[in-house]
Structures are given as C-alpha cells and as structure tokens.
C-alpha cells in the first residue's frame, strides 16, 4: 500500500507538471475527431493515434488501438502493478460533437485560454476526462514509481454518436476488460468547484422525421393555399408530442415512469442550486418560465424529456418564397430508469404516424436508442470516491443525477459483473458542451486531477481482496 508521502509525492508532480498537461489537452482539442455521419473518419483515426502516442509517452506500459469493423476506434492501455492488487478500469473518449454554427468567439479547434477557462470542442466533453486520468496516472508512476494498483483505460471514439458498435467491441474484447470498479470520467460537477459524483444517467432515444408534400419546391404565390405546407405539418405533428406543460402528451410514455428515490429526493435538497440559480447556469432569457412543476434538477435528472434537436425546411441562408417540397427533424427523447428504449421508440413513431395531417409522406428513421442507468452510492469504492474527491476540491462532495446519457455505463456494467461505477467528471453548468463555445474550468481541471491522484490510494485499499 502506498504511504502518506508517495500521495504528496504524485500530488507535487502534478504541480511542477500542470501546463505541460493542459498542453496535452490543447494538443487532443485541434484534432478535429467528430464521429457523425458526413464527417471526415481519418481525423477519428488521427485522434486515435495522438491519444495512444500520449499514453505511451505517459506512463502506460501496454497501449494499443482496438478496432470493430465499422466502428471509430477505441484506445486501450495498461498499467500493471501486482496481480494481487485491485485493478480499475478507466474511462474516457476521444470523439466530439459537430462545432455548430457561427456563434464561437474563437475557432473551435483551437483552443484559448480566457478568464481562468480553456475554450474548444472537446475542451470539457471529454478530451479533459482523457487527460485526468493520464495526468493522475503520470504523477503516480513519475514521483513514486509505480501506481498503488492496477489500471486500465479504454478510451471510446463513437460516444457522441450512442455507442452504436459497444456490443460488437464487447464480444470481441470483453476478456480484456475485467476489473474491480470502473470510473468513467465523463460527467460534471452540479456547480464550478463543488466535486459531484453522478448516480443516476438517463437514457435516450433519437430518431430523424421527413415530411414530404411534393416532388420539388414550388413558388408560394402560384402554388401556396391548396398546397400542404410540409413545414407547417411538421410543425403541428412536433407540437402534437408535447403538452403545454412541457410534459411528453405521447399515449404511454409515462406508464413505467416511478418518483425519484428518496434518497436522491433528500440529497437533492441538499444541493446549493436554487431554481433561480439553475436559470442563471442555463443562461435563460428574462420571459421564459421553468416547466414541470417540480425543482428544476428533479425534472432534469428523474423525468423524461423530448427535445427538438434540429429542424429544418430551407435554411435561413436559402430562405426564398417558396412552399418546400420536404420538412425535417430530429428529435430525441431522454429515458428515465425503467422506461424501455425499444417500447418508447415504438410509442415515438405510433405517435408521429397518427399526427401526420393532410395525407403527406412520413418517413422515420431511429438513430440510436440507449436506457437510463442509476446505482447505489452505498459501496465502499463511493465512500473512497467522496473522500477522493473532498481531498482534491478542498470541500465535501455531493451526490447528484444528470439528465445526459452515456451508452457505455449500462452495458459495461453487466459485463463485469455489476462492479461500482464511479461517474465523476470535469464538467460545470457553464461548459456549454455540445453548444458553441464549449469550455473547460482550468482550476476544476486541476482539482480533478488532484482527485484522481487521491482516489487511486483510496480505491486500492477500499477493493483489496
């Protein structure tokens, strides 16, 4: 077991060494690795090779990258201690979110420091869930030697897109994988410096919906008025799904949704986040009410929710006057625990067939589907988490849900047999992942790090054989 002075050692590492990490996050951030469909695989693959360079570089003994046909690649390292001593499995991924329009102050791809925050795609979610598990391990093995246990990262290139080929990767891979805990650094604190760990995770279902009236546009003053207006159609058919308290109004959506645990109720309750707050940490415009009726965190993390992701006709660039000959959207509906992502995206199409109106053409596509996941905080390895983390941010951790999904979790999970999950990340209500002007905290992003030093001595002695 590591002794008090080898943990200080690892932590005055990381202090000498903290910009050269924060360059290796700048140097993941300018590739530009997003998995969706039309853009370009080589920057996966290109991704891919940097993050297995930088492993090799810090500290992993065994660094390969895996491939499933089909798939963006996954890289896998290791750091093997003593057969005897608890191995983790760490998480993290590689792949990104599309940039989105023009609204970024700085170019995506490249990251800038401002106001104490490193800018850029991929800067929060999760190129910085990469490097805090590299950093930690780095400072492990460059102060003291050696890690007080085993680890194993994997670190996943289709993420963003739902996991998609996590079944094919598990059959071809799964015997490589075993581990006592897993800690997945993916998620986000409830507010900037206030460490969190993540017990529950809602699922999702996305799907594509085209409604076509015509062959081709036509000019909307010699055609328009017995023409159908397809985006008009789409528009009611949308507004069909949704009742006016923003409830999901699809006919047995709810039927297996159950009130959120008292547990999570209470702990909740605890959370420094008033409704006024999480307006403010939204960045609400003054008019807009919260919907639900519940404190807005509750609906969040416990209740479903059905989100237009992108609509489109025209565009605001090509907008002409015209009736448009095709309408399109994507929507996706968050799953809480016990809601079945097969049954919801067969509710989800039954609805959207019933709402067509006027006779047009309807055709769906889903594009993934994943359930919802919630543990119990109430093992060892989360006690050493809370204690983990309370060392490195300097304040006690909370306990919180997110409304997100990550496809890995649920599927990993039963692989391995049930092992704690440990859902711990670099994120805040201002990181704006997935949005435009993504972020990432640099003070958070330390005190990360320090925390990933203090849990690997915490987990090795809390899952000791």
């Given at each position: 077991?590591?002794s008090?002075a080898?943990?200080?050692?690892?932590?005055e590492h990381?202090?000498?060494?903290?910009?050269?990490?924060v360059?290796d996050l700048?140097?993941l951030?300018?590739?530009?690795?997003?998995?969706?469909?039309?853009?370009?695989?080589?920057e996966?693959?290109?991704?891919?090779?940097?993050v297995a360079?930088?492993?090799r570089?810090?500290?992993f003994?065994t660094?390969?990258?895996?491939?499933?046909?089909?798939a963006?690649?996954?890289?896998?390292?290791e750091?093997?201690?003593?057969?005897?001593?608890?191995?983790?499995?760490?998480?993290?991924?590689?792949?990104?979110?599309?940039?989105?329009?023009?609204a970024w102050?700085s170019?995506?791809?490249?990251p800038?420091?401002?106001d104490g925050?490193?800018?850029?795609?991929?800067?929060a979610?999760d190129?910085?869930?990469?490097l805090?598990?590299v950093a930690?391990?780095?400072?492990?093995?460059?102060s003291?030697?050696?890690?007080?246990?085993?680890?194993?990262?994997?670190?996943?290139g289709?993420?963003?897109?739902?996991?998609d080929h996590?079944e094919?990767?598990?059959?071809k891979?799964?015997?490589?994988?075993?581990?006592d805990?897993?800690v997945?650094?993916?998620?986000?604190n409830?507010?900037?410096g206030i460490p969190?760990?993540?017990s529950?995770?809602?699922?999702?279902?996305?799907?594509?919906?085209e409604?076509?009236?015509?062959?081709q546009?036509?000019?909307?003053g010699a055609w328009g008025?017995?023409?159908?207006d397809?985006?008009?159609?789409?528009?009611?058919m949308i507004?069909?799904l949704?009742n006016?308290d923003g409830?999901i109004?699809?006919?047995?959506?709810?039927?297996?949704?159950?009130?959120?645990?008292?547990?999570?109720?209470a702990?909740?309750?605890r959370?420094p986040?008033?409704?006024?707050?999480?307006?403010r940490?939204a960045?609400?415009v003054?008019?807009?009410?919260l919907?639900?009726g519940?404190?807005p965190l509750?609906?969040?993390?416990w209740h479903?929710?059905?989100?237009?992701n992108?609509?489109q006709?025209?565009s605001?660039?090509?907008a002409?006057?015209i009736?448009?000959?095709?309408a399109w959207?994507?929507?996706?509906i968050?799953?809480v625990p016990?809601?079945?992502p097969l049954e919801v995206?067969g509710l989800l199409?039954?609805a959207?067939?019933?709402?067509?109106?006027?006779?047009?053409e309807?055709?769906t596509?889903?594009e993934?589907?994943?359930p919802?996941?919630?543990t119990?905080l109430?093992?060892?390895?989360f006690?050493?988490a809370?204690r983990?983390?309370s060392?490195?941010?300097g304040r006690?951790?909370?306990?919180?849900?997110?409304?997100?999904?990550i496809?890995?979790?649920?599927p990993f999970?039963?692989?391995?047999?049930g092992?704690?999950?440990l859902?711990?990340?670099?994120?805040?209500?201002?990181s704006?992942?997935?949005?435009?002007?993504?972020?990432?905290?640099?003070?958070?992003?330390d005190?990360?790090?320090?925390?990933a030093?203090?849990?690997y001595?915490e987990?090795?002695v809390a899952?000791?054989r």
């Amino acid at each position: 077991m590591a002794s008090r002075a080898q943990v200080e050692g690892a932590l005055e590492h990381h202090r000498a060494n903290a910009a050269s990490y924060v360059r290796d996050l700048e140097a993941l951030v300018r590739i530009p690795s997003v998995s969706f469909e039309g853009f370009p695989r080589q920057e996966l693959v290109r991704s891919a090779q940097a993050v297995a360079e930088l492993l090799r570089r810090r500290s992993f003994d065994t660094v390969e990258i895996l491939e499933v046909e089909g798939a963006h690649p996954y890289v896998f390292a290791e750091r093997k201690v003593d057969p005897a001593a608890p191995t983790l499995l760490l998480y993290a991924h590689h792949d990104v979110q599309p940039a989105g329009d023009g609204a970024w102050r700085s170019p995506p791809f490249e990251p800038q420091e401002r106001d104490g925050r490193l800018y850029g795609r991929g800067t929060a979610d999760d190129k910085a869930g990469i490097l805090v598990h590299v950093a930690a391990v780095d400072s492990w093995v460059r102060s003291a030697g050696a890690l007080p246990l085993n680890v194993k990262l994997l670190v996943e290139g289709e993420e963003e897109i739902g996991s998609d080929h996590l079944e094919g990767f598990l059959s071809k891979y799964r015997a490589r994988l075993d581990a006592d805990a897993i800690v997945l650094t993916d998620t986000g604190n409830v507010d900037t410096g206030i460490p969190s760990i993540t017990s529950s995770l809602r699922g999702l279902v996305t799907a594509e919906v085209e409604v076509r009236a015509l062959r081709q546009s036509l000019h909307s003053g010699a055609w328009g008025g017995p023409i159908p207006d397809p985006a008009v159609a789409l528009a009611r058919m949308i507004a069909s799904l949704v009742n006016a308290d923003g409830s999901i109004a699809i006919p047995g959506i709810y039927d297996r949704v159950r009130p959120p645990p008292a547990a999570a109720r209470a702990a909740l309750e605890r959370l420094p986040v008033s409704p006024d707050e999480f307006r403010r940490q939204a960045g609400m415009v003054a008019g807009a009410q919260l919907l639900g009726g519940h404190h807005p965190l509750e609906i969040n993390w416990w209740h479903p929710s059905l989100s237009v992701n992108a609509i489109q006709a025209s565009s605001r660039k090509e907008a002409r006057n015209i009736v448009n000959d095709v309408a399109w959207a994507r929507l996706g509906i968050r799953l809480v625990p016990d809601m079945d992502p097969l049954e919801v995206k067969g509710l989800l199409i039954a609805a959207l067939e019933k709402a067509v109106p006027w006779g047009l053409e309807l055709q769906t596509k889903v594009e993934s589907s994943g359930p919802a996941w919630c543990t119990d905080l109430d093992h060892p390895a989360f006690h050493a988490a809370a204690r983990a983390l309370s060392a490195g941010y300097g304040r006690e951790a909370v306990a919180i849900g997110t409304g997100g999904s990550i496809g890995f979790v649920q599927p990993f999970v039963k692989a391995l047999g049930g092992v704690p999950a440990l859902l711990i990340g670099v994120e805040d209500p201002y990181s704006n992942a997935h949005s435009e002007n993504e972020s990432l905290h640099l003070g958070d992003f330390d005190r990360a790090i320090k925390s990933a030093i203090h849990l690997y001595q915490e987990l090795a002695v809390a899952l000791r054989r």
